[in-house]
């Protein structure tokens, strides 16, 4: 079965560093990836995606993220932060059934200035 | 495209009353999804559909909870009687399934159920 780990429920930075939140996934199958960020009262927005292209990824707001198939990884990063990234994001991978989504717990991304 | 719709946005009821929440997916989008999210369980697939018909309903929690989709612009998720662990923010998503497609879902701006 998909599965989708999370490591770290809550990451915090400080203005204008470096943003890792990490992923790793579980798939028998070539997954397709996805990470989707949730700001407060919003629904999840698609951030980027993973669909056995690029390895790299890149994303909207700067974000990009890097398959790794050998360490079944999809981190997602971005060079520097800023307040405005505060928010939760998730991670998740394809289903064996066409249209379902394995979600990750979330990491929430504290910006601090 | 104005994107999912759900309504309404926000919800209070009494317990034992019956709530019905609202998704218009977006046009020509074949897979409807409706998540539930609160801060103990995170975000749970209830159910979803495929060209309007149920294909998983293994997320459902109990036979309170009850899914249709009657038309493809329109699906409905209803509790009945509703209890107060039942409050948290329901989403709707809708997907297209494409040649190639890869399941990107597109979500709603959510329900804030409150049950008291």
């Known amino acids: 079965a998909q599965s989708v780990t999370q490591l770290g429920s809550h990451v915090s930075v400080s203005e204008g560093a470096l943003v890792l939140l990490r992923c790793n996934y579980s798939s028998s199958v070539p997954p397709y990836l996805f990470w989707y960020v949730q700001y407060p009262n919003q629904g999840l927005q698609l951030l980027l995606k993973y669909t056995s292209a690029a390895t790299l990824v890149k994303g909207i707001n700067g974000f990009e993220a890097e398959f790794k198939k050998s360490e079944t990884s999809f981190h997602l990063t971005k060079p520097s932060a800023n307040m405005s990234d505060a928010a939760e994001y998730f991670c998740a991978v394809s289903g064996r059934v066409w249209g379902k989504l394995i979600f990750g717990q979330g990491t929430t991304l504290q910006v601090k200035p | ?116």
């Open chain 2, 1 to 116: 495209d104005a994107g999912v719709i759900q309504s309404p946005r926000h919800e209070v009821t009494e317990m034992g009353q019956e709530v019905t929440l609202r998704c218009k997916p977006i046009s020509g989008h074949d897979y409807l999804f409706w998540y539930r999210q609160t801060m103990m369980r995170g975000l749970e697939l209830l159910i979803y559909f495929n060209n309007n018909v149920p294909i998983d309903d293994s997320g459902m929690p109990e036979d309170r909870f009850s899914a249709k989709m009657p038309n493809a612009s329109f699906s409905t998720l209803k509790i009945q009687p509703s209890e107060p662990r039942d409050s948290a923010v329901y989403f709707c998503a809708s997907s297209l399934e494409t040649s190639g497609g890869n399941g990107e879902q597109f979500f709603g701006p959510g329900t804030r159920l409150t049950v008291l």
